[in-house]
């Protein structure tokens, strides 16, 4: 195969890198006023991605009701 992988190929190593590390992507349909809040957090907190937005927002929610109990 050459350098220049197909766009089907390169997915599929990307994904499998991620399942390597623990990982996966996931596709989520969400209101746009709930995208817009994931993207305050992303800049407020000087984060990469939406990813990591959601993932700490998920962590804090886990947090909180780990509590509760």
Same mark, same amino acid.
């Given at each position: 195969m050459s350098?220049?992988?197909d766009p089907a190929e390169k997915n599929r190593l990307y994904r499998a890198r991620l399942r390597a590390k &623990? &990982? #996966? #992507?996931?596709?989520?349909?969400?209101?746009? #006023?709930t995208v817009e809040l994931i993207d305050e957090l992303k800049q407020r907190h000087g984060l990469r991605s939406r990813?990591?937005?959601?993932? $700490?927002?998920? #962590?804090?929610g886990?947090?909180?009701?780990? $509590?509760?109990?």
């Open positions: 350098k220049a992988a &623990g &990982g #996966e #992507e996931v596709l989520f349909q969400l209101p746009r #006023e990813s990591q937005a959601l993932l $700490q927002l998920i #962590e804090h886990r947090a909180t009701a780990q $509590q509760m109990t």
